[in-house]
């Protein structure tokens, strides 16, 4: 069974304060995906990596970083979290051919006070 | 089932029913779809893919139907359960990582 974890369920944050979200997962899969996910806007990306220190951007990459030192592990940072930040984070992984089904973590509810 | 504004569409079966759950697509290049289940406060998970050479699919009490002609997607879920109900939603991808997801339907069964 694949399985991806993400480090925290919730998160209370301050404006102002960096945030690192971690997601790690256990299939040696090559692709790791971070993900916003709002109500009525269903799921955006935010930023992509196909390989180790590889990153691409996604559609909605303003306001965020990602660092990919480890094949199973890919983080999200949030330099200075803002209150339109608040939102839930959901990273997936899948093998690097086209077509192949993205998992997806238990997701990271972040709260911006 | 695609959003409307900020309310998901939403349906709502007596347990035991079948559901049928719909997705319109609008690239005619995707070539492989899934359909996912969320439940609340949950991540998305995999229930069951098709690829475009299929328009069919069947896993356990679960049918996904594909029409390449007017590009649509189901989900047919059998003697719907409580634990069915949650959201479903779509991804559709040609490829090169560019999976894009429908908002969703909320499931709702009636016990």
């Known amino acids: 069974d694949v399985k991806v974890t993400q480090s925290s369920r919730y998160l209370v944050k301050r404006t102002g304060e960096k945030v690192f979200l971690e997601c790690v997962q256990d299939?040696?899969?090559?692709?790791m995906f971070w993900y916003r996910q709002d109500p009525g806007l269903g799921l955006r990306l935010i930023y992509f990596?196909?390989?180790?220190?590889?990153?691409e951007k996604g559609d909605i990459p303003e306001g965020y970083s990602v660092s990919r030192e480890k094949k199973e592990r890919f983080s999200l940072i949030l330099e200075s979290a803002s209150t339109n930040q608040t939102s839930m984070y959901l990273c997936a992984s899948s093998f690097s051919a086209a077509g192949y089904t993205q998992y997806f973590g238990p997701g990271t509810r972040l709260t911006v006070l | 089932g695609e959003s409307v504004g900020l309310h998901l569409p939403t349906l709502s079966v007596q347990e035991g029913d079948n559901s049928i759950i719909n997705c319109a697509y609008s690239n005619s290049a995707s070539d492989y779809f899934i359909w996912y289940k969320q439940e609340s406060g949950k991540g998305p998970q995999f229930i069951i893919d098709i690829r475009s050479n299929m328009d069919k699919r069947q896993g356990q009490r679960v049918t996904v139907l594909l029409n390449k002609t007017v590009k649509h997607l189901s989900l047919q879920i059998a003697a719907t359960q409580p634990g069915d109900s949650a959201v479903y939603f779509c991804a559709e991808t040609s490829g090169n990582n560019d999976m894009r997801f429908g908002a969703g339907t909320r499931l709702t069964v009636k016990p």
């Open positions: 299939m040696d899969h090559e692709n």
């Open positions: 990596s196909y390989d180790v220190k590889m990153k």
